[in-house]
């Protein structure tokens, strides 16, 4: 809703905030360059950059349609590297690209309006229209998630029974890629015994770390035998194969509740993923990536700490892999994180603008009278978890980077 640096009181200075932008672009540059499946990488940073801005076109239009005024609209924060005026508007783009924002005037007492402007200004909107204006990004966002959700399921089927034990990519470098395995292989046993289901296989190389393995592989209806020497990562056998998602076919009406059972089921693993990463125990691990080699990628070690952009282009890229449909999915997961983590119910998210409205509504009803929240005592608070969140960002930036590195 506004830039949350100049909300917080964050002095950022140009060069350092340019310097962060460089380290991102050229990251994101040399992730494409240096690792296939370079359009891939520049599909998923253009759709990021594509639901950041609708969700912010959400606040604008809502803003609009209310009657209040809209004086800027960035993409990223911190100081300004470009920008042009149209009508009332600035557009442009700030040195800082971790999102970007809608600034309508009055959001907070604190904000000094033009005595002509003030009955456009947010604050003297009604409680209907600042709920609807906070949470339009979100609402946005939840829309592009269910209808990447919807295209893809009823475009491409839905999961049946997990995944099979066919493989559809090999690492490289990796066990697997040194004894030759390819896409399209079905392992069907190791070391004699059947492994008709991919949990069954997964068992079976993650307990035989560092030991010669034989699988029996079924490769365009003909059996052989294929010997491997199990790497060990995190104290389990890695062979380094990624396995096939077998799919049913879904119509179009059921793909509907589908759609809906996603969203539910990747909201509840990020808000548990949140809880894990926030308790005690889960910043101690987090703070082990710092003091430890990295992780490999695939690695428990590696799943469970949040990526930044260059991490999720970097990963994102190999999951997508060329595939159309693993691209919509994947920036469906992320329109739908990027609005879980606007419900935050704390500034400066969109979740803590809409708590503050709702206090106000509530407390006016009960007062009988107009109650109004004074910023001031909120902005220690705003400041506190813009660093929080700053200091996740950056630090898991330079994780990724390491990892991609592999250093």
Excluded: C
């Excluded at 393995?213 to 003909?222: A, Q």
């Amino acid at each position: 809703m506004k830039d949350p640096l100049e909300e917080a009181s964050v002095d950022v200075n140009r060069r350092g905030a340019s310097l962060i932008l460089v380290a991102v672009i050229v990251g994101v540059v040399l992730l494409a360059l240096l690792r296939p499946g370079s359009q891939d990488a520049i599909a998923i940073v253009v759709g990021i950059i594509l639901m950041v801005m609708l969700h912010e076109a959400g606040h604008f239009i809502a803003a609009r349609r209310s009657g209040m005024k809209a004086s800027e609209f960035f993409v990223g924060f911190g100081p300004r590297l470009w920008s042009f005026s149209r009508g009332e508007t600035e557009y442009g783009v700030k040195a800082i690209p971790a999102g970007g924002y809608v600034r309508i005037i009055g959001m907070s007492n604190l904000e000094e309006v033009d005595p002509a402007d003030e009955p456009r200004s947010f604050r003297q909107g009604s409680y209907r229209n600042r709920f609807i204006v906070v949470m339009a990004g979100v609402t946005v966002n939840l829309l592009i998630a269910f209808l990447l959700f919807f295209i893809v399921i009823a475009g491409q089927g839905r999961v049946n029974d997990g995944v099979s034990t066919t493989v559809s990519q090999v690492v490289a470098g990796s066990s697997a890629s040194a004894a030759g395995l390819r896409p399209g292989d079905k392992i069907v046993a190791v070391d004699g015994r059947a492994t008709p289901e991919w949990e069954q296989l997964k068992s079976a190389i993650e307990s035989r770390g560092g030991q010669d393995v034989e699988f029996t592989v079924d490769r365009s209806g003909k059996k052989s035998i294929v010997a491997a020497t199990l790497d060990e990562r995190d104290n389990r056998g890695f062979l380094g194969i990624g396995p096939a998602t077998q799919f049913r076919n879904v119509g179009v009406f059921e793909a509907i509740p589908e759609s809906f059972r996603v969203i539910g089921g990747i909201t509840t693993g990020t808000v548990e993923g949140l809880a894990r990463l926030f308790s005690p125990s889960g910043v101690e691990r987090y703070s082990k990536n710092f003091t430890s080699s990295a992780p490999e990628a695939g690695t428990p070690s590696s799943d469970e700490r949040p990526r930044s952009l260059i991490g999720i282009v970097d990963e994102g890229s190999t999951i997508v892999n060329g595939n159309i449909w693993a691209l919509l999915w994947l920036l469906g997961g992320i329109s739908l994180i990027l609005a879980l983590f606007n419900t935050i119910p704390l500034l400066p998210f969109d979740g803590g603008h809409a708590v503050v409205v709702l206090y106000e509504w509530a407390a006016s009803k009960i007062m009988r009278r107009k109650v109004t929240v004074d910023f001031r005592k909120l902005m220690p608070v705003t400041a506190a978890v813009l660093v929080i969140f700053l200091v996740l960002g950056l630090s898991a930036m330079f994780l990724d980077i390491r990892q991609a590195l592999g250093s």
